[in-house]
């Protein structure tokens, strides 16, 4: 399994922007479908985006496309979310998670093995 490990939350205006950085270690980085998933008080996670093994599709939530765009590096071993327009209801925690197995999409945390710790993103109005 992947160590992973988040970093890049913090606190932001409506409208402003925050990257998401997540170090992996400890496995073939480039072998993992890596996905990004938030969870706020109260509520279930949900996903937000995932990207292939090599970076060549992604997928997005539906409240998030447009406005966050995910990313990786395979040289680094990290996966980026980019987050723009942020508003109030993205303020959660934020997973990143790695599938391994078939280079398809997916949207279910069940999933993904891999989880890192999280890292916190507030956005105020």
């Known amino acids: 399994q992947l160590q992973l490990v988040e970093s890049g939350g913090g606190l932001v205006q409506a409208g402003g922007s925050l990257r998401l950085s997540c170090a992996a270690s400890g496995g073939i980085f480039r072998g993992y479908v890596m996905g990004w998933f938030r969870q706020a008080p109260g509520k279930e996670r949900e996903f937000v985006a995932c990207i292939g093994r090599s970076g060549s599709w992604t997928g997005y939530q539906d409240s998030v496309r447009g406005r966050f765009t995910i990313s990786r590096d395979n040289a680094r071993n990290t996966v980026y979310l980019q987050m723009n327009s942020l508003k109030p209801e993205d303020t959660a925690v934020y997973y990143c998670?790695?599938?391994?197995?078939?280079?398809?999409?997916?949207?279910?945390?069940?999933?993904?093995?891999?989880w890192g710790q999280g890292t916190q993103v507030t956005v105020s109005s």
């Open positions: 998670a790695g599938r391994d197995g078939v280079d398809v999409a997916s949207n279910k945390a069940y999933e993904y093995a891999s």
